[in-house]
């Protein structure tokens, strides 16, 4: 995973993630479904994003911080949006990329978010099939 919020946002910027190719050939609905469906992934990510929510809670952001984060997560769903013209994927990438950016604040490290993490930088959108499960 990249190491501050603003690698994180240069690679999106920079085309490293998300470029128009990740989103060519995919079945939004079956990525959907998928990731909702099939296996854990679901409470996977879910486990993962309360773990970061719980020192959230504690973290005492910087405006700044804030700023960047929203930043991240708007121009990941603008994209995803744009490419796809499905909503409720782009908002699934869009929490990916909040939950990203969250764990690059804490400095923590997460086993999951790092598989979300590779899937992305593999050109691909995570779902239980680019995971393994």
Not at 28 to 56: M, P, Q, T, Y
Request: hydrophobic residues 40%; aromatic residues 8%.
């Amino acid at each position: 995973m990249e190491t501050s919020l603003q690698d994180l946002l240069a690679a999106i910027n920079d085309g490293r993630v998300l470029t128009p190719d990740v989103f060519g050939a995919i079945d939004c609905d079956e990525i959907l479904e998928s990731r909702e469906n099939e296996g854990d992934f679901d409470d996977r990510w879910n486990k993962c994003l309360s773990a970061v929510e719980k020192e959230w809670a504690e973290e005492e952001p910087t405006q700044d911080v804030e700023l960047m984060i929203d930043e991240i997560r708007e121009i990941s769903f603008e994209i995803a949006n744009h490419a796809t013209e499905q909503h409720d994927l782009a908002s699934h990438i869009s929490d990916d990329f909040d939950l990203f950016a969250r764990i690059i604040v804490l400095e923590r490290s997460d086993a999951f978010a790092e598989a979300l993490w590779e899937a992305y930088e593999n050109g691909e959108i995570p779902s239980p099939a680019t995971l393994n499960e």
